[in-house]
């Protein structure tokens, strides 16, 4: 079956402009996360979806916002760039969500952003 | 303090001995852990969840849970050059009733031939 699919999987950007970042999960995967992977910090949670409703956010600022649509599939905006912003998004799929579940990841192969 | 903590290493190991990687977690409350392995320019792959104490075995892979302890371990028996890649410790979080997944920064293994 098909996996996570991210697109693009790279950008290159200007400060002070807007980018929009999309993941199709795996079918039959209702729960979309997003991820930023930096070098120094990691994998940083940025928010989660399930059934077209954000569950949970990262210590993120208001300028990172997403949103899920009812085929599941979610995109991520990033406005108002800045040179932090530089990093590889991640958008990862599971069957199922909550404090206890068991589900793990897929994950898709990211959105490089670079921003200059 | 880290939520999720993991010696960044390098881990270098020969092959065939056992590597031994650790995870060290705050929230008293998480119930489910997880190994992620990632390799250089690669996304994240999921091998191990455990969530009761004790030891899962799956192949070469043991994963270690102590909730009293909070910590959690990966053991990978007989390793081999292609397990050189950096493994991610996970927790889900229970966070105002949702779960909220928070990756450690990773041990980069090396297995010398």
Wanted: glycine content about 10%.
């Amino acid at each position: 079956k098909a996996g996570v699919t991210q697109t693009p999987r790279y950008l290159i950007k200007t400060r002070g402009q807007q980018v929009t970042l999309s993941c199709s999960p795996i079918s039959g995967h209702r729960s979309v996360s997003w991820y930023q992977q930096t070098p120094g910090q990691g994998l940083q949670f940025l928010f989660e979806y399930f059934s077209e409703t954000q569950r949970n956010k990262g210590n993120f600022p208001g300028r990172f916002s997403g949103r899920q649509f009812s085929n599941s599939r979610s995109e991520m905006n990033v406005s108002t760039l800045e040179l932090g912003d530089s990093a590889l998004y991640l958008c990862a799929s599971s069957l199922q969500t909550g404090p206890f579940s068991n589900y793990g990841y897929t994950f898709g192969s990211g959105t490089r952003l670079t921003v200059v | 303090q880290k939520e999720v903590e993991q010696n960044s290493g390098p881990l270098s190991v020969p092959e065939g001995a056992i590597a031994s990687l650790n995870c060290t977690y705050s929230d008293q409350g998480s119930q489910s852990f997880f190994w992620y392995r990632q390799y250089s320019g690669k996304s994240p792959e999921l091998i191990m969840f455990i969530y009761s104490n004790g030891d899962k075995e799956d192949g070469r892979f043991t994963a270690q849970l102590n909730k009293a302890s909070q910590y959690v371990s990966l053991l990978i028996r007989d390793s081999q050059p292609s397990d050189s890649a950096t493994y991610l410790c996970a927790v889900n979080m229970n966070s105002g009733g949702y779960q909220k997944v928070t990756f450690g920064t990773g041990t980069k293994l090396q297995v010398i031939p």
